[in-house]
C-alpha cells in the first residue's frame, strides 16, 4: 500500500500537467512576408484629355495581390484593382483634364508579400487649341508679364492663364514647353500667340491647331 500511493500521485501530477498543456492555445506561425516588385506601363506617354489609356504592369512574385494605382495631376484620383493569377494587371483610364500627370502602381502588402511601389511614370494629356503668333515689329517692347521681347524669347500669350504658367505645345511631333509671358491674342477664336522663337521650335505655320497642355 505504501509503493500505491506515491504511484497514484505521480499520475495524477501528469494528468493535470498533461491538462495543461492541452488547454494551451496552440500558436500558428504565418509564414514570413516576401518583399515584391512592382512594374508599370502606360499604352501612350502623350494623349488627348478625355481618350482611354492603359496602365499595365505585373507584381512579383506572382498570385493575386492588390494594386493601387495613384494619378497626380489636375484630373488624377486612385484607381484600385487585383492582379491576374500570374501577378499582372490592366486597367483603362481617361484623363479629364489636360495637363501633366505622374502615375505611379502601389502593390498592397497581404499575407504573402510586402508592399511595394512601381518606378513612377509620367504623361500628358492635351487639348486642341487655335493658336498663331507674334514677335516681328514688336521686339524691344515689353511684355504684360515683366520683361522685353526679344527674337529668341521663349513664351506664349494668354488671355487667362497666369503669368508663369509653363504650357506644353505639340504640333507634328515636335513638343515645347514655354512660360506664359503676355496677354493676348485678342482675334476672335484664338487661345494663344506663341512667340517667334516658339513658333519656330515647334515648326509651326503660323495659324493653325495644335495640342496644349492647358
Known amino acids: 500500500m505504501r509503493y500505491l500511493l506515491p504511484a497514484m500521485a505521480v499520475a495524477a501530477l501528469a494528468c493535470a500537467a498533461s491538462t495543461s498543456l492541452a488547454a494551451q492555445p496552440q500558436r500558428h506561425h504565418r509564414p514570413a512576408r516576401v518583399p515584391s516588385h512592382v512594374s508599370l506601363h502606360v499604352s501612350r506617354h502623350s494623349t488627348l484629355s478625355g481618350r482611354r489609356l492603359v496602365l499595365r504592369g505585373r507584381v512579383r512574385p506572382g498570385g493575386r495581390h492588390r494594386v493601387k494605382l495613384v494619378l497626380r495631376g489636375s484630373g488624377g484620383g486612385v484607381v484600385r484593382t487585383t492582379t491576374r493569377p500570374n501577378g499582372s494587371f490592366a486597367v483603362g483610364w481617361s484623363p479629364d483634364r489636360p495637363g501633366a500627370y505622374r502615375v505611379r502602381a502601389y502593390g498592397v502588402h497581404d499575407r504573402m508579400v510586402r508592399g511595394s511601389a512601381s518606378v513612377p511614370r509620367r504623361l500628358t494629356a492635351y487639348r486642341q487649341a487655335e493658336a498663331s503668333y507674334y514677335g516681328p515689329g514688336l521686339y524691344g517692347n515689353g511684355v504684360a508679364c515683366g520683361g522685353t521681347l526679344e527674337p529668341g524669347t521663349l513664351g506664349v500669350a494668354s488671355k487667362t492663364l497666369p503669368c508663369g ?28 500667340d506663341l512667340t517667334a522663337a516658339t513658333k519656330q521650335r515647334l515648326g509651326f505655320p503660323g495659324v493653325a491647331t495644335l495640342l496644349a497642355s492647358r
Not at 504658367?165 to 494663344?192: C, E, K, L, N, S
Request: glycine share 10%; charged share 25%.
Open 165 to 192: 504658367a509653363r504650357v506644353t505645345f505639340r504640333y507634328h511631333g515636335r513638343t515645347v514647353t514655354v512660360p506664359v509671358i503676355d496677354r493676348g491674342p485678342y482675334v476672335a477664336g484664338r487661345d494663344f
